[in-house]
Protein backbone atom coordinates (compact mmCIF):
# COMPACT_ATOMS: atom_id res chain seq x y z
CA UNK A 1 0.00 0.00 0.00
CA UNK A 2 2.75 2.28 1.03
CA UNK A 3 4.24 1.61 -2.10
CA UNK A 4 1.49 2.05 -4.20
CA UNK A 5 1.16 5.64 -2.77
CA UNK A 6 4.85 6.42 -3.23
CA UNK A 7 4.64 5.43 -6.38
CA UNK A 8 1.88 7.97 -7.77
CA UNK A 9 3.52 10.72 -5.41
CA UNK A 10 6.40 10.18 -7.88
CA UNK A 11 4.29 10.03 -10.76
CA UNK A 12 2.30 13.31 -9.80
CA UNK A 13 5.85 15.01 -9.16
CA UNK A 14 6.89 13.97 -12.38
CA UNK A 15 3.76 15.33 -13.92
CA UNK A 16 4.29 18.78 -12.22
CA UNK A 17 7.63 19.32 -12.97
CA UNK A 18 6.73 18.43 -16.83
CA UNK A 19 3.92 20.75 -16.86
CA UNK A 20 6.12 23.41 -15.08
CA UNK A 21 9.17 22.96 -18.23
CA UNK A 22 6.27 23.34 -20.71
CA UNK A 23 5.22 26.62 -19.23
CA UNK A 24 9.03 27.58 -18.84
CA UNK A 25 9.48 26.52 -22.24
CA UNK A 26 6.23 28.56 -23.78
CA UNK A 27 7.30 31.76 -21.63
CA UNK A 28 10.71 31.77 -23.48
CA UNK A 29 9.13 31.01 -26.99
CA UNK A 30 7.19 34.22 -26.57
CA UNK A 31 10.30 35.95 -25.24
CA UNK A 32 14.16 35.52 -23.98
CA UNK A 33 13.77 38.16 -21.60
CA UNK A 34 13.55 36.25 -18.55
CA UNK A 35 17.42 34.55 -19.45
CA UNK A 36 19.01 37.86 -19.94
CA UNK A 37 17.44 39.51 -16.81
CA UNK A 38 19.06 36.29 -14.74
CA UNK A 39 22.87 36.23 -16.34
CA UNK A 40 22.67 39.86 -16.11
CA UNK A 41 21.56 39.99 -12.21
CA UNK A 42 23.54 36.94 -11.94
CA UNK A 43 27.21 38.86 -13.56
CA UNK A 44 26.22 41.62 -11.43
CA UNK A 45 25.14 40.98 -7.81
CA UNK A 46 26.90 37.27 -7.20
CA UNK A 47 30.36 38.90 -7.54
CA UNK A 48 29.60 41.21 -4.50
CA UNK A 49 27.79 38.63 -2.68
CA UNK A 50 30.99 36.16 -2.48
CA UNK A 51 33.25 39.31 -1.58
CA UNK A 52 30.70 41.00 0.98
CA UNK A 53 28.44 38.33 2.16
CA UNK A 54 25.57 38.73 4.67
CA UNK A 55 25.81 35.16 5.71
CA UNK A 56 28.67 33.76 4.79
CA UNK A 57 27.50 29.65 4.90
CA UNK A 58 25.13 30.09 2.12
CA UNK A 59 26.17 28.87 -1.24
CA UNK A 60 25.24 29.97 -4.61
CA UNK A 61 22.77 26.94 -4.97
CA UNK A 62 21.37 27.00 -2.25
CA UNK A 63 17.79 25.05 -1.69
CA UNK A 64 14.97 26.03 -4.21
CA UNK A 65 17.19 27.90 -6.75
CA UNK A 66 15.52 26.08 -9.61
CA UNK A 67 11.94 27.57 -8.19
CA UNK A 68 13.06 31.07 -8.07
CA UNK A 69 15.15 31.04 -11.55
CA UNK A 70 12.07 29.15 -12.97
CA UNK A 71 9.70 32.09 -12.14
CA UNK A 72 12.25 34.27 -13.87
CA UNK A 73 12.53 32.05 -16.93
CA UNK A 74 8.52 32.03 -16.95
CA UNK A 75 8.13 35.70 -16.75
CA UNK A 76 7.47 36.56 -20.23
CA UNK A 77 4.27 34.33 -19.90
CA UNK A 78 3.14 34.87 -16.08
CA UNK A 79 3.43 38.82 -16.84
CA UNK A 80 0.45 38.21 -19.56
CA UNK A 81 -1.84 37.42 -16.21
CA UNK A 82 -0.49 39.74 -14.33
CA UNK A 83 -0.59 42.89 -17.06
CA UNK A 84 -4.52 41.49 -17.59
CA UNK A 85 -5.31 41.29 -13.60
CA UNK A 86 -3.58 44.36 -12.99
CA UNK A 87 -5.74 46.36 -15.39
CA UNK A 88 -8.97 44.84 -13.05
CA UNK A 89 -7.58 45.58 -9.98
CA UNK A 90 -6.76 49.68 -11.37
CA UNK A 91 -10.02 50.05 -12.38
CA UNK A 92 -11.82 48.17 -9.28
CA UNK A 93 -10.01 49.56 -6.96
CA UNK A 94 -11.38 52.93 -7.96
CA UNK A 95 -7.66 54.52 -7.41
CA UNK A 96 -8.87 56.63 -10.97
CA UNK A 97 -11.32 58.62 -8.96
CA UNK A 98 -9.12 60.48 -6.86
CA UNK A 99 -6.56 60.84 -9.34
CA UNK A 100 -9.27 62.54 -12.02
CA UNK A 101 -10.17 64.43 -8.93
CA UNK A 102 -7.13 65.50 -8.08
CA UNK A 103 -5.99 66.54 -11.99
CA UNK A 104 -6.85 70.06 -12.27
CA UNK A 105 -4.05 70.74 -9.36
CA UNK A 106 -1.63 68.29 -10.92
CA UNK A 107 -1.70 70.34 -14.01
CA UNK A 108 -1.21 73.87 -12.13
CA UNK A 109 2.32 71.85 -11.18
CA UNK A 110 5.03 73.17 -13.21
CA UNK A 111 6.46 71.01 -15.22
CA UNK A 112 10.00 70.83 -13.54
CA UNK A 113 8.60 69.42 -10.52
CA UNK A 114 6.24 66.74 -11.78
CA UNK A 115 9.05 63.86 -11.52
CA UNK A 116 9.65 64.80 -7.68
CA UNK A 117 5.95 64.92 -7.06
CA UNK A 118 5.07 61.90 -8.63
CA UNK A 119 7.63 59.78 -7.27
CA UNK A 120 6.45 60.90 -3.54
CA UNK A 121 3.19 59.96 -4.41
CA UNK A 122 3.95 57.08 -6.11
CA UNK A 123 5.99 56.06 -3.44
CA UNK A 124 3.15 56.63 -0.77
CA UNK A 125 0.77 54.75 -2.73
CA UNK A 126 2.64 52.02 -3.12
CA UNK A 127 3.31 51.87 0.63
CA UNK A 128 -0.21 51.31 1.52
CA UNK A 129 -0.38 48.69 -1.39
CA UNK A 130 2.10 47.05 0.16
CA UNK A 131 1.16 47.08 3.55
CA UNK A 132 -2.58 45.98 2.56
CA UNK A 133 -1.13 42.70 0.76
CA UNK A 134 0.91 42.38 4.14
CA UNK A 135 -2.33 43.08 6.59
CA UNK A 136 -5.23 41.79 5.14
CA UNK A 137 -5.31 37.79 4.65
CA UNK A 138 -6.69 37.24 1.49
CA UNK A 139 -4.15 39.45 -0.24
CA UNK A 140 -1.57 38.08 1.92
CA UNK A 141 -1.83 34.64 0.72
CA UNK A 142 -0.60 35.61 -2.63
CA UNK A 143 2.02 38.31 -1.57
CA UNK A 144 3.31 35.01 1.02
CA UNK A 145 4.72 33.15 -2.25
CA UNK A 146 7.65 36.09 -2.39
CA UNK A 147 8.24 35.99 1.37
CA UNK A 148 8.63 32.07 1.33
CA UNK A 149 12.02 31.92 0.34
CA UNK A 150 14.11 31.26 3.33
CA UNK A 151 17.37 32.71 1.15
CA UNK A 152 17.87 36.09 0.52
CA UNK A 153 20.34 36.72 -2.49
CA UNK A 154 20.59 37.68 -6.25
CA UNK A 155 17.63 35.07 -7.44
CA UNK A 156 15.11 35.56 -4.78
CA UNK A 157 13.59 38.50 -5.88
CA UNK A 158 12.45 36.36 -9.11
CA UNK A 159 9.34 34.81 -6.73
CA UNK A 160 6.36 35.92 -6.37
CA UNK A 161 3.15 35.29 -7.55
CA UNK A 162 1.71 36.51 -10.56
CA UNK A 163 -1.07 38.38 -9.15
CA UNK A 164 0.96 39.94 -6.68
CA UNK A 165 2.59 41.80 -9.28
CA UNK A 166 -1.19 43.70 -9.24
CA UNK A 167 0.51 45.74 -6.22
CA UNK A 168 1.78 48.51 -8.29
CA UNK A 169 -1.76 48.84 -10.43
CA UNK A 170 -3.32 51.06 -7.83
CA UNK A 171 -0.48 53.88 -7.58
CA UNK A 172 -0.24 53.60 -11.45
CA UNK A 173 -3.73 54.26 -12.37
CA UNK A 174 -3.96 57.07 -9.85
CA UNK A 175 -0.90 58.94 -10.95
CA UNK A 176 -1.76 58.39 -14.58
CA UNK A 177 -5.76 59.44 -14.23
CA UNK A 178 -4.22 62.47 -12.04
CA UNK A 179 -2.30 64.01 -15.16
CA UNK A 180 1.08 62.37 -14.78
CA UNK A 181 2.66 60.94 -17.95
CA UNK A 182 2.87 57.50 -18.79
CA UNK A 183 6.36 57.71 -19.18
CA UNK A 184 6.81 58.44 -15.89
CA UNK A 185 4.64 56.40 -14.10
CA UNK A 186 5.89 53.57 -16.11
CA UNK A 187 9.49 54.71 -15.25
CA UNK A 188 8.94 54.62 -11.71
CA UNK A 189 7.21 50.84 -11.77
CA UNK A 190 10.35 49.61 -13.58
CA UNK A 191 12.46 51.31 -11.16
CA UNK A 192 10.64 49.99 -8.23
CA UNK A 193 11.05 46.06 -9.92
CA UNK A 194 14.12 46.60 -10.76
CA UNK A 195 15.36 47.95 -7.52
CA UNK A 196 13.64 45.02 -5.43
CA UNK A 197 15.67 42.84 -7.57
CA UNK A 198 18.98 44.01 -5.99
CA UNK A 199 17.82 44.49 -2.15
CA UNK A 200 17.51 41.23 -1.89
CA UNK A 201 21.30 40.54 -2.45
CA UNK A 202 23.57 38.79 -0.28
CA UNK A 203 25.84 41.36 0.69
CA UNK A 204 26.39 42.69 4.49
CA UNK A 205 26.60 46.05 3.47
CA UNK A 206 24.60 48.29 6.64
CA UNK A 207 24.18 51.78 4.69
CA UNK A 208 23.94 53.34 8.43
CA UNK A 209 23.85 56.85 6.83
CA UNK A 210 20.85 56.20 4.39
CA UNK A 211 18.84 54.16 6.57
CA UNK A 212 16.56 57.06 7.13
CA UNK A 213 17.12 58.53 3.87
CA UNK A 214 16.57 55.75 0.99
CA UNK A 215 15.59 51.57 1.65
CA UNK A 216 19.17 49.64 1.84
CA UNK A 217 19.55 45.86 1.56
CA UNK A 218 19.73 45.97 5.51
CA UNK A 219 16.36 47.68 5.38
CA UNK A 220 14.60 45.52 3.03
CA UNK A 221 16.48 42.54 4.80
CA UNK A 222 14.40 43.25 8.05
CA UNK A 223 10.93 43.18 5.75
CA UNK A 224 11.82 39.77 4.77
CA UNK A 225 12.44 38.37 8.33
CA UNK A 226 10.50 36.16 10.23
CA UNK A 227 11.69 37.73 13.66
CA UNK A 228 8.42 38.67 15.25
CA UNK A 229 9.42 41.92 16.27
CA UNK A 230 10.39 42.73 12.54
CA UNK A 231 7.11 41.55 11.05
CA UNK A 232 4.87 44.33 9.44
CA UNK A 233 7.10 46.36 9.23
CA UNK A 234 9.34 48.24 6.53
CA UNK A 235 6.95 48.25 3.57
CA UNK A 236 8.35 51.42 1.54
CA UNK A 237 10.16 50.44 -1.60
CA UNK A 238 11.99 53.94 -2.42
CA UNK A 239 12.25 56.50 0.42
CA UNK A 240 11.64 54.99 4.39
CA UNK A 241 9.65 58.58 5.15
CA UNK A 242 6.68 56.54 4.93
CA UNK A 243 7.28 53.79 7.47
CA UNK A 244 8.28 56.74 9.81
CA UNK A 245 5.47 58.94 9.47
CA UNK A 246 2.90 55.89 9.84
CA UNK A 247 4.78 53.94 12.25
CA UNK A 248 5.91 50.62 10.77
CA UNK A 249 10.11 51.50 10.74
CA UNK A 250 12.33 49.00 12.31
CA UNK A 251 16.00 49.43 12.16
CA UNK A 252 17.42 48.09 15.17
CA UNK A 253 20.70 49.27 15.53
CA UNK A 254 22.93 46.17 17.40
CA UNK A 255 21.01 43.20 15.39
CA UNK A 256 20.63 41.72 12.17
CA UNK A 257 18.33 39.75 10.05
CA UNK A 258 19.09 35.90 10.51
CA UNK A 259 16.22 33.69 9.54
CA UNK A 260 13.99 34.77 6.69
CA UNK A 261 10.26 32.97 5.59
CA UNK A 262 7.23 32.76 6.49
CA UNK A 263 5.87 30.79 9.55
CA UNK A 264 3.32 28.90 7.41
CA UNK A 265 3.49 25.84 5.12
CA UNK A 266 4.01 27.11 1.82
CA UNK A 267 3.82 24.39 -1.20
CA UNK A 268 7.55 23.67 -3.23
CA UNK A 269 7.44 24.62 -7.04
CA UNK A 270 6.58 26.74 -9.18
CA UNK A 271 2.79 25.25 -10.06
CA UNK A 272 1.96 24.82 -6.56
CA UNK A 273 3.03 27.99 -5.45
CA UNK A 274 0.42 29.82 -8.46
CA UNK A 275 -2.73 27.42 -7.24
CA UNK A 276 -1.75 27.75 -3.23
CA UNK A 277 -3.78 30.95 -2.87
CA UNK A 278 -6.69 29.95 -4.72
CA UNK A 279 -7.04 26.63 -3.20
CA UNK A 280 -9.92 27.77 -1.06
CA UNK A 281 -11.50 29.47 -4.13
CA UNK A 282 -14.41 27.72 -6.26
CA UNK A 283 -13.90 26.23 -9.90
CA UNK A 284 -14.16 28.98 -11.88
CA UNK A 285 -17.00 27.43 -13.99
CA UNK A 286 -19.25 27.70 -10.35
CA UNK A 287 -19.04 31.39 -11.35
CA UNK A 288 -20.13 31.20 -14.40
CA UNK A 289 -23.16 28.63 -13.19
CA UNK A 290 -24.11 31.12 -11.02
CA UNK A 291 -24.16 34.77 -12.41
CA UNK A 292 -26.53 36.11 -8.97
CA UNK A 293 -24.47 34.30 -6.16
CA UNK A 294 -21.19 34.80 -7.89
CA UNK A 295 -22.25 38.62 -8.09
CA UNK A 296 -23.28 38.62 -3.94
CA UNK A 297 -19.75 36.77 -3.38
CA UNK A 298 -18.01 39.54 -5.26
CA UNK A 299 -19.82 42.15 -3.24
CA UNK A 300 -19.37 40.76 -0.38
CA UNK A 301 -15.39 39.93 -0.86
CA UNK A 302 -14.91 43.25 -1.55
CA UNK A 303 -16.58 44.46 1.77
CA UNK A 304 -14.36 42.17 3.60
CA UNK A 305 -11.57 43.87 1.93
CA UNK A 306 -12.68 47.75 2.64
CA UNK A 307 -13.22 46.68 5.87
CA UNK A 308 -9.36 45.12 6.36
CA UNK A 309 -8.08 48.57 4.71
CA UNK A 310 -9.68 50.42 6.84
CA UNK A 311 -8.74 48.51 10.15
CA UNK A 312 -4.79 48.76 8.60
CA UNK A 313 -4.99 52.36 8.19
CA UNK A 314 -6.53 53.06 11.52
CA UNK A 315 -5.08 50.83 13.71
CA UNK A 316 -2.79 52.25 16.41
CA UNK A 317 0.65 53.68 15.67
CA UNK A 318 2.73 51.22 16.72
CA UNK A 319 0.74 48.55 17.15
CA UNK A 320 0.60 44.97 15.45
CA UNK A 321 -2.40 43.48 13.96
CA UNK A 322 -2.28 39.78 15.32
CA UNK A 323 -5.54 39.22 15.59
CA UNK A 324 -6.22 39.59 11.72
CA UNK A 325 -2.59 37.96 10.68
CA UNK A 326 -3.22 34.40 8.69
CA UNK A 327 -0.21 33.76 10.37
CA UNK A 328 -0.71 34.32 13.72
CA UNK A 329 2.88 33.56 15.36
CA UNK A 330 1.13 33.74 18.60
Known amino acids: MEETIGFKARIFSMILRLMTLTLIAIALY ?8 VLLLFVLVVPFEKLFPRHKGQKIRRPHLDTDIGYALASPLLGLLTGFVAIVVGILSFAWIPGLLLRPYVD ?3 EEYMPLIGILLFDMLVYWTHRFYHEIPVLWKFH ?4 STEHLDWASGFRGHPLDGTILAPAFVFLVSAGFSFE ?5 AAAQL ?12 RLKW ?3 LIITPEFHHWHHTNERDAIWTNYSTFLPIWDQLFGTYFMPKNRRPQTYGVNEEIPIGILRQLRYPLRTWKNPLWYVLHPFQSIKRTFKFAWRILKAMRKSMFRKRGSKPWD ?3 NNPL
Open 30 to 37: ISVEGIFV
Open 108 to 110: QIP
Open 144 to 147: AIHH
Open 184 to 188: LTGAL
Open 194 to 205: ILGLFLHANVRW
Open 210 to 212: LHR
Open 324 to 326: VYP
